[in-house]
């Protein structure tokens, strides 16, 4: 009887938080190099000499530009409801039509003088004004910018300023 008590006390104890592993153990620790925190280390060179602080200036947000193409002027996006579809689709169908005599007027005018509009005025002059293409409205701030080496008039969105 007493050995069968002693083996339910070892096998309670053993439940009970004696599993094997370390109590004092804090798991992993890392370590990092001092430069990795922030500290500097002084060298026989550089001991005594003031650091200066320098951060990279921010980059430029570049502006983004897509083909004039319909949906881009933001128009007609109305959600899907019964009357609203029909609004949304007549609104892009229009903007389509205008985009599309742009390229047809880009068409006529490389099959007669053999090459496209070299500047954005040139392609403004010989193609928007001598075609009187009335181009759709954009959202406030984007513009249109006609690209000579894709000979397609793009649209430029203007950039969130963080």
């Known amino acids: 009887?007493?050995?069968?008590?002693?083996?339910?006390?070892?096998?309670?104890?053993?439940?009970?938080?004696?599993?094997?592993?370390?109590?004092?153990?804090?798991?992993?620790?890392?370590?990092?190099?001092?430069?990795?925190?922030?500290i500097t280390t002084d060298t026989v060179e550089s001991a005594g000499a003031p650091v200066a602080k320098q951060e990279a200036p921010e980059p430029a947000p570049q502006p983004e530009r897509k083909k004039a193409e319909a949906g881009v002027t933001?128009?007609?996006?109305?959600?899907?409801?019964?009357?609203?579809?029909?609004?949304?689709?007549?609104?892009?169908?229009?903007?389509?039509?205008?985009?599309?005599?742009?390229?047809?007027?880009?068409?006529?005018?490389?099959?007669?003088?053999?090459?496209l509009p070299k500047t954005h005025e040139e392609f403004m002059e010989k193609i928007i004004k001598a075609n009187q293409i009335n181009l759709p409205q954009l959202q406030p701030g984007d513009k249109y910018i006609y690209d000579p080496e894709k000979g397609q008039l793009m649209v430029e969105k203007e950039v969130e300023k963080k």
């Open 1 to 38: 009887m007493r050995t069968l008590a002693a083996i339910a006390t070892i096998t309670v104890l053993g439940f009970a938080g004696c599993s094997g592993e370390d109590p004092f153990d804090t798991g992993r620790t890392r370590s990092a190099a001092p430069e990795a925190m922030g």
């Open 74 to 115: 933001g128009r007609g996006n109305y959600g899907g409801g019964f009357g609203t579809t029909a609004l949304s689709t007549r609104v892009r169908v229009q903007e389509k039509l205008e985009f599309l005599q742009v390229d047809q007027a880009l068409n006529l005018y490389k099959a007669s003088t053999g090459a």
